[in-house]
């Protein structure tokens, strides 16, 4: 008999559907910004989310029937460091590089490369790559979102030092998940998110305010950095370090890519965009690359539950 065999399927499918779920939210993060782009620098907005989303991970961690076990922290705190200078690093590098490269252009480059930027970390510091139906399947989903975003990228000038800036995005964003996925296998998702966002938040207010214009306080500018905050970051990135616990890292970032699909089905029915039939295509490759990674996420997840040298489960 297989006993374990079930609940091992059911915590991957589990995983993934927060992953999914995550990236659903994130993907709403877009559309929020166009109504307040005129109002507040992107700067402030990203250093804003991070200090709330800090905040939020704070109530979580002190609503917890479980006492916070700080003990970790003086072992893991480089750890935490990393993992918040790799958060503010997101931030950054993506809204300068999106201004420079264009919003299409730069979210393709950022978003699109993060998942290859996983697969080459975790298989150079774990010597474990990912599996090639993975990697076809990245790829596909990777292709699909430079086909969703081609339409509006034709106006948009190349700029190396855009397209660098987004590259280091996608690096710091893939960083983040690897470090994350180690801080959850010693502490709490909520504790890990809460340390490590509060190094980000730290880091990130102190460099808008030399990089950018004061913020500006309107009720549409508290109400955007609220909701960004605590629900696309927040209750988001709760999701995804519990994820994290279910399914492989490179698995996590690869269904990230769900965001850019949300985003690109709120551009159609919030925004009124009309994207070509090229753009659906690329819609089409994202979803079936994602089928595909989380075909072997399950796969691999039942071949780890029963070794084939033995009859019993481990």
Known sequence: MLPHHGGMKNSSLSGITMALAAAVLWGTTGTAQTFVADQSSPYWIGAWRLLIASAFFAVVVARSKAPPAMAWLRTAWPWVVIGGLAMAAYNLCFFAGVKVAGVATGTAVA?????????????????????????????????????????????????????????????????????????????????????????????????????????????????????????????????FSHALRHVAAATCVTLSLAEPVTAFGLAIVVVGERPDALAFGGLGLVVAGLLLVVWVETRQRGEKVCEPQRLTCV
């Open 111 to 239: 978003i699109g490369s993060g998942p290859i930027w996983v697969g080459l970390l975790q298989g150079c510091i774990t010597r474990q790559a990912p599996r090639p139906v993975w990697w076809l399947g990245t790829t596909l989903a990777v292709l699909g979102i430079g086909l969703m975003f081609s339409g509006a990228s034709h106006a948009a000038s190349f700029s190396a030092t855009g397209y660098v800036l987004c590259l280091g995005a996608g690096l710091a964003y893939a960083s983040f998940t690897l470090l994350s996925k180690h801080l959850v296998g010693v502490t709490t998702p909520a504790m890990a998110t809460f340390t490590v966002f509060t190094m980000a938040a730290l880091i990130a207010l102190p460099v808008a305010a030399l990089v950018s214009y004061p913020f500006v306080v309107t009720t549409a500018s508290w109400l955007l950095v609220s909701y960004l905050g605590l629900i696309a970051t927040g209750i988001a990135l709760l999701l």
